[in-house]
């Protein structure tokens, strides 16, 4: 399949244009440059500071314990590039980059009832040569003393290739390499998509700009539904509200990992003192309301989230609450997964939405695959087509399995 770009007849302003500066619109103009380092590649990003981006405001963390071999194999990608800016996203010139990546496990817990999807998913991972253990419940409280391991039947642990790191830092970091190889980043919000012929010709901004591109993505996160809706195109991606709590105990529990608990609560540690932590968890599905301010839930935390804390950790009876922020979820209701490539519907506007929680992580992967389509046609490196956004026309799921 021949590239969108190859036909001089499309070159006009500009040749890529992105919707969206966050960590999936500088990836993707990162590894569209790197292809081709003549490509002109503009991103609209109206906030260059990402005070609400969900990049910013997320916990930012990576794992490789999911249940599809492909976001398995998209973490093992992205693992590099947030350990390793220093090499990966080093800008000439300019101050090394650092995530602050702190390599700790994740640790998903299961009751009897969520055992045959952990131990479905482990045979996933381990397939695809993910370092993970099961743990039955004598090794659990062995290895975590400060474990309440009541009602647990077992345990998936990462043993390498998963932690957490600054979320903002790596977007910056992506963000500059991207302007390092030519992109060009204007502080201007799309406010209409002009189309023609069954694809999008010119995108209106808020700056009073007409651009002309030959192709365009859609990469503005929370608002992705949005920019969308200005082709005429329905997205199940909502702006979903989440509560990060940060925390301190009376007394130090030590370095734990980043657990997921059966009620869906997390918490993992914050710092080396042993005593700080952060925690959330998801509202049911019934109090799940999109597009809620950006203020933290703080009467969740009395109500849901510390009775919960402290059944699984005795320690946390003593916790208090330091402080709390908000930040979205860019969330895909249909499968929980994200929408990636071209709609049926246009034929030059490209998508790359809708992560569930997983976007940060899979970033790199992301955006390099969607360069790769965009340019070349086809994806040749890692075959990201079973998250084809045509998947919604077509009543195709690609489901991410959890565990509660």
Not at 88 to 94: Q, W
Not at 317 to 337: C, K, M, Q, S, T
Not at 378 to 400: C, F, I, M, Q, T
Request: overall charge negative; hydrophobic content about 45%.
């Amino acid at each position: 399949m021949a590239s969108m770009l190859t036909n001089p007849e499309h070159a006009t302003r500009t040749d890529l244009l992105v919707i969206g500066g966050g960590v999936m619109g500088c990836a993707t103009a990162l590894f569209a440059l790197q292809l081709d380092p003549n490509l002109r590649v503009r991103v609209l990003e109206p906030d260059p500071t990402y005070a609400r981006a969900s990049s910013a405001l997320s916990a930012g963390s990576i794992r490789q314990q999911f249940s599809t071999a492909l976001n398995v194999q998209m973490s093992q990608f992205g693992l590099a590039y947030v350990s390793q800016p220093e090499t990966l996203l080093a800008v000439e010139g300019e101050p090394t980059p650092s995530t602050g990546f702190i390599e700790s496990g994740y640790l998903f817990l299961a009751t009897a009832a969520g055992m045959p999807v952990l131990e479905a998913n482990h045979a996933v991972q381990r397939e695809q040569g993910a370092p993970v253990a099961l743990l039955n419940p004598a090794e659990l409280a062995q290895r975590f003393a400060w474990l309440n391991v009541e009602g647990l039947a077992g345990a998936s642990l990462g043993l390498g290739g998963e932690g957490w790191f600054d979320g903002y830092m790596y977007t910056r970091a992506l963000r500059a390499k991207a302007q390092s190889l030519g992109a060009v980043f204007s502080t201007a919000r799309a406010t209409a998509l002009e189309r023609a012929a069954g694809r999008i010709t010119h995108a209106l901004t808020d700056t009073g700009e007409r651009i002309a591109a030959a192709a365009f993505v859609n990469a503005a996160g929370p608002w992705a539904r949005s920019v969308a809706a200005m082709a005429g195109i329905e997205l199940p991606v909502f702006a979903r509200r989440r509560t990060v709590f940060a925390l301190r105990c009376a007394t130090s529990v030590g370095h734990t990992p980043l657990v997921i608990d059966t009620s869906g609560m997390w918490f993992r540690s914050e710092g080396h003192s042993g005593t700080q932590f952060i925690a959330g968890w998801g509202p049911r599905e019934e109090d799940d309301a999109d597009d809620l301010p950006l203020e933290p839930e703080l009467q969740a935390f009395e109500e849901h989230v510390w009775p919960t804390l402290a059944a699984r950790v005795p320690a946390f009876e003593a916790l208090r609450v330091e402080h709390a922020w908000a930040g979205y979820y860019e969330f895909n209701p249909i499968d929980h997964n994200a929408l990636l490539g071209l709609h049926p519907a246009c034929s030059n506007l490209y998508f790359i939405n809708g992560f569930s929680g997983h976007g940060l992580q899979h970033a790199a992967a992301a955006g390099r695959g969607l360069a790769e389509l965009i340019l070349h046609g086809e994806y040749r490196s890692l075959d990201l087509s079973p998250l084809s956004v045509a998947r919604l026309g077509e009543e195709r799921r690609y489901v991410e399995h959890n565990i509660i």
